[in-house]
């Protein structure tokens, strides 16, 4: 049974940063593509960044070159550090795996392409 739980949400000022976790069970991340997704009030959830299981990285073009998605495959967790943090980062955040790779390069931030979900932790940043 695939199980996801986040942690390290919180609330913060602009400009600085956090760093979330995501502990992964029931899955390896040799057979699993695993992601990060955002959700704020009144907005559809999108894409964050993803990890494929075949090691490429995608980011949403909002966030590169201020979070990093990384994993540790010994404990199956998946990580995303965020940096240089705004006040449209304020969000849900989610982590999110579904069996196998991808082929198009644009399905690994596309929400309907994942079958497990975490219950998410709450980033919010002040200005």
């Known amino acids: 049974q695939v199980q996801l739980v986040e942690t390290g949400g919180g609330s913060v000022e602009s400009g600085g940063s956090l760093s979330l976790s995501c502990a992964a069970t029931g899955v390896t991340f040799r057979t699993y593509s695993m992601a990060w997704f955002r959700q704020a009030p009144d907005k559809e959830r999108e894409g964050v960044a993803a990890f494929d299981r075949d090691g490429s990285i995608n980011y949403a073009h909002s966030v590169k070159g201020r979070f990093t998605i990384s994993q540790d495959n010994v404990k199956t967790t998946l990580h995303l550090q965020m940096n240089s943090l705004n006040t449209e980062d304020t969000a849900m955040y989610y982590c999110?795996?579904?069996?196998?790779?991808?082929?198009?390069?644009?399905?690994?931030?596309?929400?309907?392409?994942?079958?497990?979900w975490g219950q998410g932790t709450q980033v919010t940043v002040s200005s």
């Open positions: 999110a795996a579904v069996r196998g790779s991808f082929v198009l390069q644009r399905s690994r931030l596309d929400k309907n392409r994942y079958n497990y």
